[in-house]
């Protein structure tokens, strides 16, 4: 007999094995055929004296936004050894009974397990987390007896800040259109920060930690252990992303991918989870205030998208969830019907 953990996750996938309408599921339908080493950028490079070393550091991140939407960031300007004290502080919250993460008011009451709104086993997934505004970071009410955990996470979140900043900088030159700069739309206070945690899950490897989907923000920077799980769909198929001790990783979000107009390439990515192994990562999303309006940073004859706000892209990705089951995402908003569906299955 299986014991359940904490938090209950096999109860609620339980539920849904057992569903009438549910038959087992195959939610890996795309077999990993290799294991990749994402494009790996050593930033000391943009402060190289040398142009033309700062230069071609900057080509190399636009070209994997391009190429892959995933990069690995090397020499990134976060401290080791404040990465290990979050790290640590991490462990010891998700460490807490499931009773005091879900009702103890923790981190703005931002606990969330399982998904609450699968409808089918292949929609679950098997994980833990904490998604707190940045605005919130600073307020001791949300941390209860979790006290030394407020100041880790909040030199944390301004070292992770400082970070998308410089990449986004990078990212909007070579777009070669300064007229709206993305700093002007997204500040420090609209974004988030999301501590996750993947419990050993008996159903591994067929299991998802984290479904299928892409990032709804401009930038995701992710700070994870070398556990693995981590997989990404490149030229048509999944592929596993190798762990690097040493690295961050990178991605693009729809917004980047919508404002870039399709320059920038928001992939889908998702999380396996693991038999033996519990999995922790630490995800910092670069988000506009929801009024911001997302226009494409070129010529408004020439635009694939429509302007929207964040605050419109956000609600129409949680009715399709609610209604469909599933993101469908960016095609929402193409100016051009005939444009094949970029839906998320």
Not at 291 to 300: A, F, H, K, M
């Amino acid at each position: 007999m299986l014991v359940d953990s904490n938090p209950p996750l096999l109860h609620n996938y339980g539920a849904l094995l057992h569903k009438p309408s549910s038959k087992t599921p195959q939610l890996h339908e795309n077999h990993i055929t290799e294991e990749c080493q994402l494009p790996l950028i050593d930033l000391e490079g943009l402060k190289s004296l040398d142009m033309i070393h700062r230069l071609e550091c900057a080509r190399m991140i636009c070209r994997a936004s391009s190429e892959w939407g995933f990069f690995q960031v090397v020499n990134h300007g976060i401290n080791p050894e404040l990465i290990k004290k979050m790290r640590g502080e991490q462990v010891k919250l998700f460490s807490a009974p499931f009773e005091k993460k879900q009702n103890a008011g923790l981190l703005n009451n931002s606990y969330r397990f399982g998904t609450p709104s699968a409808t089918h086993p292949s929609q679950f997934s098997w994980s833990e987390a904490f998604h707190i505004p940045v605005s919130k970071i600073s307020d001791q009410a949300c941390y209860g007896e979790f006290a030394s955990l407020r100041e880790v996470m909040e030199e944390f979140s301004a070292a992770m800040s400082s970070l998308s900043k410089v990449l986004a900088e990078v990212l909007i030159n070579n777009l070669g259109n300064q007229e709206e700069a993305l700093e002007d739309i997204c500040e420090s206070s609209s974004c988030f920060l999301r501590l996750n945690r993947y419990p050993a899950c008996p159903f591994s490897p067929d299991m998802f930690g984290l479904v299928p989907h892409t990032d709804s923000d401009f930038l995701t920077i992710l700070c994870q252990d070398q556990v693995g799980g981590l997989q990404l769909m490149k030229d048509s198929k999944w592929v596993a992303v190798k762990p690097n001790p040493d690295a961050l990783i990178v991605n693009i979000g729809d917004l980047f991918q919508a404002w870039s107009n399709d320059v920038y390439k928001s992939v889908e990515h998702m999380v396996m989870a693991n038999e033996k192994t519990e999995r922790y990562s630490i995800a910092y999303f670069l988000c506009p205030s929801y009024d911001s309006l997302i226009g494409s940073c070129t010529s408004r004859e020439s635009s694939i998208y429509r302007k929207f706000t964040f605050g419109e892209y956000r609600s129409q990705v949680q009715e399709d969830v609610k209604k469909l089951g599933h993101k469908v995402g960016l095609s929402r908003f193409l100016i051009s019907e005939d444009r094949p569906a970029l839906a998320i299955r």
